[in-house]
């Protein structure tokens, strides 16, 4: 974890939280990541699921396994 006295804190891991977090990726701050989910799910193609061309694990993966490389971010919420 970063020692910066910065503190981003994100709401939502979804397309823009998540990108965010990775853009700070290199940046001296301290990133709290929020979700009421655990997992970021890849929207468009949601419709391939309801078809069942896909399975959910196809389109949804753990914010937590996406961030396990990032050492200054800290996920709460799932
Ligand atoms: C079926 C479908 C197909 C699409 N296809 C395309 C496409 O082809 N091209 C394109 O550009 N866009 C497409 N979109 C739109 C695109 O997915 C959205 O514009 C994009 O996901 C928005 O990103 P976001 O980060 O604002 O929100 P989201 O990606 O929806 O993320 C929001 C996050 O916030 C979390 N959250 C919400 N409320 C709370 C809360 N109260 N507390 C904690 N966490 C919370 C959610 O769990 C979620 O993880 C599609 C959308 C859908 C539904």
Same mark, same amino acid.
């Given at each position: 974890? /970063?020692? !910066? ?9 979804? *397309?823009?939280?998540?990108? /965010? /977090?990775? /853009? ?8 709290? =990541? ?7 799910? *890849? ?11 896909? !399975? ?6 753990? =914010? ?13 919420? *799932?």
């Amino acid at each position: 974890m /970063a020692t !910066s006295t910065y503190h981003v804190l994100i709401v939502g891991g979804g *397309f823009a939280g998540l990108w /965010a /977090a990775r /853009a700070l990726a290199t940046a001296d701050v301290r990133i709290t =990541l929020v979700d009421r989910q655990n997992h970021h799910l *890849f929207q468009p193609p949601l419709y391939q699921l309801a078809t069942a061309g896909l !399975s959910a694990p196809d389109i949804a993966a753990p =914010l937590r396994h996406i961030l396990r490389r990032q050492r200054n971010v800290e996920r709460t919420g *799932f």
